[in-house]
């Protein structure tokens, strides 16, 4: 009998270190896995035109690569006037790299992921463009789908996301101060989007965050 109420005190405390430890456990596991999470590079088709995305190197080299390598026609950057490398901005950086003036659309007022969306897509409409394939760097393609996919909706539109490298290490994110600082940015941006902060202000409201943790 006493060995039967020992056995049943064992269990009832395996238990409940189970239910202690489990939420610790998943808690570790997603945060080694956070990383994995936010790069994105989907196979890319044959496309009518490549959204190139302004904010990161690498961006336009890795669209300018697709266009040589015959996946569409046209690049349309969004933000064209941002700086893109030595070069110069976006525009000045597709031609040096051998891109055709007249294989280059632009638009020029885009702050943030949202606005690339939202002021590409009247023009994919009037070029009566059908796809595209949108190229940021690979820590942001996670993001990027995101809101692509809910400003494109219904639009008849296809899209095809595929990242820059851009030098994130997404398998060991905590290892330096860039990737930290990249992992940090894209969740607090990614839960801000996700509770209707786009544009400019949810910039401004990040920048807030980073210099409270900061204190």
Same mark, same amino acid.
């Given at each position: 009998?006493?060995?039967?109420?020992?056995? +049943?005190?064992?269990?009832?405390?395996?238990?409940?270190?189970?239910?202690?430890?489990?939420?610790?456990?998943?808690?570790?596991?997603?945060?080694?896995?956070?990383?994995?999470?936010?790069?994105?590079?989907?196979?890319?088709?044959?496309?009518?035109?490549?959204?190139?995305?302004?904010?990161?190197?690498?961006?336009?080299?890795?669209?300018?690569?697709?266009?040589?390598?015959?996946?569409?026609?046209?690049?349309?950057?969004?933000?064209?006037?941002?700086?893109?490398?030595?070069?110069?901005?976006?525009?000045? +950086?597709?031609?040096?790299?051998?891109?055709?003036?007249?294989?280059?659309?632009?638009?020029?007022?885009?702050?943030? +992921?949202?606005?690339?969306?939202?002021?590409?897509?009247?023009?994919?409409?009037?070029?009566?463009?059908?796809?595209?394939?949108?190229?940021?760097?690979?820590?942001?393609?996670?993001?990027?789908?995101?809101?692509?996919?809910?400003?494109?909706?219904?639009?008849?539109?296809?899209?095809?996301?595929?990242?820059?490298?851009?030098?994130?290490?997404?398998?060991? =994110?905590?290892?330096?101060?860039?990737?930290?600082?990249?992992?940090?940015?894209?969740?607090?941006?990614?839960?801000?989007?996700?509770?209707?902060?786009?544009?400019?202000?949810?910039?401004?409201?990040?920048?807030?965050?980073?210099? =409270?943790?900061?204190?």
């Amino acid at each position: 009998m006493t060995h039967l109420i020992s056995k +049943t005190k064992l269990g009832k405390r395996r238990k409940r270190m189970l239910f202690l430890y489990l939420p610790l456990l998943l808690i570790i596991v997603l945060l080694l896995c956070a990383g994995r999470f936010l790069p994105i590079s989907e196979s890319p088709g044959q496309a009518d035109v490549l959204i190139i995305l302004s904010g990161g190197g690498g961006r336009v080299e890795q669209g300018v690569q697709l266009f040589q390598e015959g996946y569409a026609p046209q690049l349309l950057l969004s933000n064209v006037k941002e700086n893109a490398g030595p070069s110069g901005n976006m525009r000045q +950086t597709s031609l040096s790299l051998g891109i055709p003036e007249g294989a280059i659309l632009a638009e020029n007022a885009a702050q943030s +992921t949202y606005q690339n969306a939202q002021f590409t897509l009247p023009i994919m409409k009037q070029q009566g463009f059908k796809s595209a394939i949108v190229v940021s760097s690979d820590f942001h393609m996670r993001r990027v789908k995101f809101i692509f996919d809910h400003v494109y909706k219904d639009s008849g539109i296809e899209l095809t996301y595929v990242g820059a490298d851009s030098g994130y290490n997404a398998k060991a =994110w905590w290892s330096d101060r860039y990737s930290r600082e990249t992992t940090f940015n894209e969740y607090t941006k990614m839960i801000g989007n996700a509770l209707g902060y786009n544009g400019p202000e949810a910039k401004s409201s990040l920048e807030q965050i980073k210099r =409270w943790f900061r204190r």
